[in-house]
C-alpha cells in the first residue's frame, strides 16, 4: 500500500467538488524521459479516478496496485489511511466531496445503509407476513435481527421500525431510497 505521504506528489484533490486530479510527474520517477512525457500528456492536470467499480464506486491503479477513490481521498486529507469503512453519508458512492465521508466501523456504516432495490415494502425492514396477513417489523444490530412485532397497519410498523433506529443510533439517511 502506498504510504499516505506520498499521495500530495501524485493527486491533487478537490474538497468541495470531490474529484481527484493527477499531478505532472517528475522524469526520475520513469525508466525514460519519452515515458515521462507520454504519461504527463496524457494523464497530467487530468481528472483521476474516473473508472466506476461494480458497486458504483470510484477506483483507479498507482503504481499496479487498486485504489477505491474515497479511501485514497481519506488518506491525502488526514494523512493516514482510514481505520474502518469510508461511508457516504448522502448514498451516492461516487459522491466524494469532503463533507460526505466519514471513517466508520462495518456496523456504523450499516446504520446508514440505502432502501434495497429488492424491498417490497417501500420501507427498510418492514415485510407482510401473508400467513397472519399482518406488518412485521424488524431491525438488525451488532449483526443480529431482532423482530420488534407484528402490526395491523404498515403504519404502526414502520412507526415501531422508526422508534428503534432512533434509540439505536441509526443514522437519519438510513432506509433513504438508492
Not at 5 to 32: A, C, I, Q, V
Not at 50 to 69: P, R, V
Amino acid at each position: 500500500m502506498i504510504p499516505p505521504k506520498d499521495l500530495p506528489n501524485l493527486l491533487n484533490y478537490n474538497k468541495r467538488s470531490g474529484t481527484l486530479k493527477w499531478k505532472p510527474r517528475r522524469e526520475e520517477l520513469f525508466k525514460s524521459g519519452r515515458d515521462c512525457r507520454a504519461w504527463n500528456t496524457l494523464y497530467a492536470n487530468k481528472v483521476a479516478f474516473t473508472a466506476t467499480h461494480g458497486a458504483g464506486y470510484k477506483h483507479s491503479t498507482i503504481w499496479g496496485k487498486s485504489y477505491l477513490a474515497h479511501r485514497v481521498i481519506w488518506a491525502l486529507v488526514t494523512g493516514s489511511w482510514p481505520s474502518g469503512e469510508i461511508d457516504h453519508i448522502n448514498g451516492k458512492r461516487d459522491d466524494n466531496r469532503w463533507k460526505n465521508l466519514r471513517d466508520v466501523s462495518h456496523a456504523e456504516n450499516l446504520r446508514n445503509a440505502c432502501l434495497s432495490s429488492q424491498n417490497k415494502s417501500g420501507h427498510i425492514g418492514i415485510f407482510w407476513n401473508d400467513a397472519n396477513k399482518k406488518w412485521r417489523a424488524d431491525i438488525c444490530k451488532d449483526g443480529q435481527r431482532h423482530r420488534l412485532g407484528e402490526f395491523a397497519s404498515k403504519k404502526d410498523a414502520i412507526a415501531a421500525r422508526q422508534a428503534a433506529e432512533i434509540e439505536w443510533g441509526f443514522h437519519p439517511n438510513h432506509g433513504r431510497a438508492a
